[in-house]
């Protein structure tokens, strides 16, 4: 009776066997390698997000407000860790890259920040990175890399921004064209060169009056005199 149970069993991997035996060897060819196409340059990074699937476009806005919420608690090694990752999945999008060079900066690591605007390109792509990029540069004690980065035609810019700002009633902020005359002098005091600096604040407070350290720095370190701060103050007025 054992032998009777086993027999079917027996049969059927028989006839398996004599069909793998039978069956002809295919010889599938080599496969011949994928050539690998060449990484797009840096300037290519930053693409729009038009092309990516709605999916993905939400799980980035899920990233950033992530990366948002680690830099308003101070988590800055966590907004850093995010924040690479979001600048890979979103191609190089400038906000992102802005984001994670900021969170950079806020930890000191300057010469990251620096690779990271300079690698993709971004540096000098409008006001803010070029901003942020000669705010690394004077970290660095680079200030003539500085002062390059806010060059004249930077400030035109600048200027020309907060003007449309100012027509649309744009509020509750320092213009970027203050701010920058301000970093024009920070670095112009690092070289002391106190004149030209002086006159950077001069500018600085004038192109708006909501800048604070400009006037401190003026009147702190006695860049002008008395009578040029009153006359000051009262055209600010």
């Not at 060449?38 to 729009?48: E, F, H, I, T, V």
């Not at 799980?59 to 950033?64: C, I, K, N, V, W």
């Not at 970027?176 to 106190?194: I, T």
Request: charged share 25%.
């Amino acid at each position: 009776r054992s032998g009777a149970r086993w027999r079917p069993r027996l049969c059927l991997q028989l006839r398996r066997s004599r069909l793998t035996a039978a069956a002809p060897i295919s010889a599938t060819p080599p496969r011949s390698p994928v050539p690998c196409s060449p990484r797009p340059p840096a300037a290519r990074l930053c693409q729009s997000q038009t092309d990516l699937p709605l999916q993905d476009v939400v799980e980035l806005d899920g990233l950033r407000s992530l990366v948002q919420d680690s830099l308003g608690k101070h988590l800055y090694a966590n907004a850093i860790f995010f924040a690479d990752k979001l600048v890979t999945l979103s191609r190089g999008e400038p906000d992102d890259v802005y984001r994670l060079a900021q969170a950079y900066v806020y930890t000191k690591q300057v010469r990251r920040a620096l690779h990271a605007l300079q690698r993709t390109g971004l540096a000098k792509s409008n006001s803010r990175f070029r901003y942020l990029t000669a705010r690394c540069f004077l970290e660095c004690a680079e200030y003539d890399e500085c002062l390059s980065m806010l060059d004249d035609e930077a400030l035109a810019a600048a200027a020309a921004e907060a003007a449309e700002l100012c027509e649309g009633g744009g509020e509750g902020h320092v213009s970027m064209h203050s701010a920058m005359q301000l970093l024009r002098g920070s670095a112009y005091e690092k070289e002391d060169n106190w004149p030209v600096a002086a006159r950077c604040y001069t500018r600085a407070l004038r192109a708006d009056p909501m800048c604070f350290e400009a006037l401190d720095r003026i009147v702190t370190n006695h860049m002008i005199p008395v009578d040029e701060q009153r006359a000051l103050l009262a055209e600010l007025e």
